[in-house]
């Protein structure tokens, strides 16, 4: 078990911005996970991949917030960060990080059956 939490949600205004934090246990360990995402799931919606980021790099972004959000990350803090700016009513959710060892930067992707996930912090944006 790979212990993950998230903070930095809360209540922000349309426009606004918000920066979430994941503290992924042992993240700079030679052996434990390389590879963390974050996703979403609005009220009455499916869950929804927002980005991810190998321990080397290469962030991926869905469409729907590339260019809003950066996925980024401090390996000596074990954390990695989800920026997100130009907020809108329809980014109120639950926000969740995951992460997973992947063998290939290539296989971190939105698209993975992630092993590890938090617990998720609330965003609310009002309008």
């Known amino acids: 078990q790979v212990p993950l939490e998230e903070s930095g949600g809360g209540a922000v205004q349309a426009g606004g911005s918000l920066t979430l934090s994941c503290t992924v246990s042992g993240y700079s360990d030679t052996d434990n996970v390389n590879c963390v995402a974050w996703f979403r799931r609005a009220p009455g919606k499916r869950r929804e991949g927002l980005a991810t980021l190998h321990v080397d790099g290469m962030p991926t972004y869905a469409d729907s917030v590339k260019g809003r959000f950066t996925i980024s990350q401090d390996i000596a803090e074990n954390t990695v960060y989800l920026h997100m700016s130009s907020l809108e009513p329809e980014d109120t959710a639950e926000y969740y990080c995951?992460?997973?060892?992947?063998?290939?930067?290539?296989?971190?992707?939105?698209?993975?059956?992630?092993?590890?996930w938090g617990q998720g912090t609330q965003v609310t944006v009002s309008s």
């Open positions: 995951a992460a997973d060892r992947v063998p290939h930067v290539w296989f971190c992707a939105l698209g993975r059956d992630f092993n590890y």
